[in-house]
């Protein structure tokens, strides 16, 4: 539940006169799947060309070098050619460039001349000095081919107390979910897990947090793993911390947000070492299915139009079967094909016309764009798990909660799923609970959308993290 854009930068070259009327700082706001704000700061050379660099703000403070762009009258055309990304705008009065970003697609984007790039407000992010120990750690996984960093926080001991040995705490691993995340699941400056390991460390658990494999300190690659991969990397670091000695061992947790609420159940049925498990927005239903609802919920969120929305999720089921029976990318593109000229043959012309699926050339490039985004072992994987079978499996206390405006994990039906599996299961205690007014990242939200993620203040809701501290301090030590 990840959204990824590659940045670069440009040079302008044009008149002295010209380029002062471009000179400054300008922001706009990309509309995708996530709302990304795009940040271009304009200035003259000596010889009266103007260069100009751009960044990301919402993912990075890096402004990246330039590549080549011009302007003429009162329009601007950049292009970055490693990156294949171009943008064309028109000044509208002195404060407004309307114009166009692309990057396989076009996307609308106001630029609006700012003083500044604005600073995202993220209050719960925790600073020190911290009233507990943190340090960065390091640790191999079984045959060393990882070497894996993260930080472990935990309490420290009272200087007015004589202890007989070190005392130990209960002790928790944070899982993170899909997308290469590092270990304080980073996104649009949000740091969920860093915000969750400050309120249960001042509650009294040790807790470990760890980059994503490939990402941060941690070596490895992250494009060629699979859940199963992270699932491994999961238990390395639980024999990482089974060897610290403020571990208490008989009282060791797993929270797992997203896709990492379905590698802790998988962990923990293969281990006995699994004293609890948290899942925070886990599947409870087979992920093919999952996704079909994730689609049509955040198209609805974004006010798409219905019949689209269906004709998106038929398309996706077509595709996500075809790539589930088979591995060879031909038959896949073959069988595709097949399946979706007989769909097209149902669908109204203006719809296909819409959708942009209306003739054989413009089905069978949609067909190559799916096969590229979709053919990959992380993705076969993920689409291929159904959650429910380690749920049922499971030997230790389970809480799962779900926000209640969640469109990327719909809380209904798989809390529904989780809780009918957990029936079936070992579990000594268990809780499912649906949290509402909270979103996919457990933020409490207003629109709800994907793109609102960014907009929001809010890390992660303190209500969510009074029901999780509250629960481990009973059922997780």
Do not use: C, Y
């Given at each position: 539940m990840k959204f990824f854009m590659l940045l670069c930068s440009f040079c302008i070259f044009a008149s002295f006169s010209k380029a002062q009327t471009f000179n400054g700082t300008w922001e706009g706001r990309l509309q995708i799947a996530s709302s990304l704000r795009i940040a271009f700061i304009f200035s003259s050379n000596s010889d009266g060309s103007l260069k100009a660099s751009w960044q990301s703000p919402d993912q990075t403070k890096a402004i990246l070098p330039t590549d080549t762009c011009y302007i003429k009258a009162d329009?601007?055309?950049?292009?970055?050619?490693?990156f294949r990304i171009a943008f064309r705008g028109k000044l509208a009065g002195d404060s407004i460039i309307n114009g166009v970003f692309t990057q396989g697609v076009d996307l609308g984007l106001v630029l609006k001349k700012v003083e500044k790039v604005s600073e995202l407000k993220r209050p719960q992010t925790p600073k020190p000095p911290y009233p507990y120990i943190s340090k960065t750690v390091y640790f191999n996984n079984a045959d060393k081919s990882i070497r894996h960093a993260g930080t472990i926080t935990y309490p420290?001991?009272?200087?007015g107390k004589n202890y007989l040995r070190e005392p130990v705490y209960p002790s928790i691993i944070l899982i993170s979910g899909s997308g290469p995340q590092d270990r304080d699941e980073t996104i649009f400056a949000h740091k969920p897990f860093a915000v969750l390991a400050d309120f249960l460390t001042r509650k009294g658990f040790a807790v470990l947090r760890v980059d994503d494999r490939g990402i941060g300190e941690t070596t490895g690659k992250f494009a060629t793993a699979t859940s199963a991969d992270f699932a491994n990397d999961v238990e390395a670091a639980i024999e990482y911390l089974k060897q610290q000695p403020q571990t208490d061992t008989a009282h060791i947790s797993l929270i797992g947000h997203s896709e990492g609420g379905m590698i802790a159940p998988l962990v923990a049925t293969r281990r006995n070492d699994i004293h609890s498990i948290v899942l925070l927005a886990g599947p409870g239903i087979p992920i093919i299915n999952l996704m079909e609802e994730q689609i049509q919920a955040v198209a609805f969120s974004a006010k798409s139009d219905s019949a689209e929305t269906l004709a998106g999720k038929e398309l996706f089921t077509i595709f996500?079967?075809?790539?589930?029976?088979n591995t060879d990318s031909n038959k896949i593109k073959i069988n595709a094909f097949k399946t979706i000229e007989k769909w097209a043959k149902t669908k109204?012309?203006?719809l296909l016309a819409t959708?942009?699926?209306?003739?054989k050339e413009q089905r069978e490039a949609a067909i190559a764009v799916q096969l590229r985004a979709m053919n990959n072992e992380w993705y076969r994987y993920f689409l291929g798990f159904d959650p429910q079978q380690y749920l049922k499996k499971l030997k230790c206390n389970v809480l799962a909660?779900?926000?209640?405006?969640?469109?990327?994990?719909?809380?209904?039906s798989n809390l529904a799923g989780i809780r009918f599996s957990l029936k079936k299961s070992k579990s000594p205690y268990y809780e499912?609970?649906?949290?509402?007014?909270l979103n996919h990242l457990f933020q409490t939200c207003k629109t709800c959308t994907v793109g609102e993620y960014a907009e929001l203040e809010e890390s992660f809701s303190p209500v969510a993290l009074e029901i999780i501290g509250n629960w481990l301090m009973q059922y997780g030590r």
């Open positions: 329009s601007i055309f950049t292009f970055a050619k490693k420290k001991m009272d200087s996500a079967r075809e790539l589930l029976k109204d012309e203006k959708i942009g699926m209306s003739t909660l779900n926000g209640g405006n969640d469109i990327q994990v719909l809380p209904t499912v609970k649906e949290l509402p007014g």
